[in-house]
């Protein structure tokens, strides 16, 4: 059975920084692209990072360039995002995804998700 167990969120002050993790276990950690996304308030869930299983080739949408940050241990099997200058507009249920990249329309797995909250 797959898992994918994220931590980390919580409440922060605009301009703050909160760390991210996402556990996996019940696959290959090898075998998938992992990646985070987010759905914020009455939006739609939208990709923030991905970071691929062999090259560890990063893509970051816009609004995360040089802000945030993903990365990934293939020994511990976890896949983490730094997030720095946080804005209010960043507050979101942020999701871990793991991809299949052995096939064109690899099986997806998501995780329950993490509520991150920029506050004053």
């Known amino acids: 059975q797959v898992q994918l167990v994220e931590s980390g969120g919580g409440l922060v002050q605009p301009g703050g920084s909160l760390r991210l993790s996402c556990s996996a276990s019940?696959?290959?950690?090898?075998?998938?692209?992992m990646g985070w996304f987010r759905q914020g308030p009455g939006g739609e869930r939208e990709l923030v990072a991905t970071?691929?299983?062999?090259?560890?080739?990063?893509n970051y949408a816009d609004f995360a360039k040089g802000r945030f940050t993903i990365w990934r241990d293939d020994v511990e099997r976890k896949v983490d995002l730094q997030m720095s200058n946080l804005k209010p507009q960043d507050t979101a249920v942020y999701y871990c995804?793991?991809?299949?990249?052995?096939?064109?329309?690899?099986?997806?797995?998501w995780g329950q998700g993490t509520q991150v909250t920029v506050s004053p």
């Open positions: 995804q793991a991809r299949d990249s052995r096939a064109i329309g690899g099986v997806v797995y």
């Open positions: 970071i691929d299983d062999s090259t560890h080739k990063t």
């Open positions: 019940g696959l290959t950690f090898t075998d998938y692209q």
